[in-house]
């Protein structure tokens, strides 16, 4: 059975940084494509970043370009995001996933069939 767990998530100040973790089990990580998605209330699940299985080539929303960074250690099952400068709009429950699927040039849900329950993110002004 697949799992995946999100970790790291909490309150910061605007400005402040925060580092997301995301295990993977049940699954050989290093075959999956992953990804990071936030959902703010009120509004649609949003691609954030992806990084190829290989993890060599990523994606990143323009929102975040700059001041977020994803890696993975496929060692590990581990999939991880840093998250530098936070902005209130960064504000959202963040969700990791594991999908066979890649594309460079976008981040979508649909491509993604194993999903965490989210760590929320919440930044004060």
């Known amino acids: 059975q697949v799992q995946v767990v999100e970790s790291g998530g909490g309150l910061v100040q605007a400005g402040g940084s925060l580092r997301l973790s995301c295990t993977a089990s049940?699954?050989?990580?290093?075959?999956?494509?992953s990804g990071w998605f936030r959902q703010a209330p009120g509004k649609e699940r949003e691609g954030v970043s992806c990084i190829k299985w290989s993890g060599d080539i990523t994606y990143y929303a323009d929102s975040v370009k700059g001041r977020f960074t994803i890696s993975r250690d496929n060692a590990k099952n581990t999939l991880y995001l840093q998250m530098n400068s936070l902005k209130p709009e960064d504000t959202a429950m963040y969700y990791c996933a594991a999908g066979t699927k890649w594309r460079s040039t976008t981040c979508r849900s649909a491509d993604f069939g194993s999903w965490g329950q989210g760590t929320q993110v919440t930044v004060s002004s």
């Open positions: 049940g699954l050989t990580f290093g075959d999956y494509a």
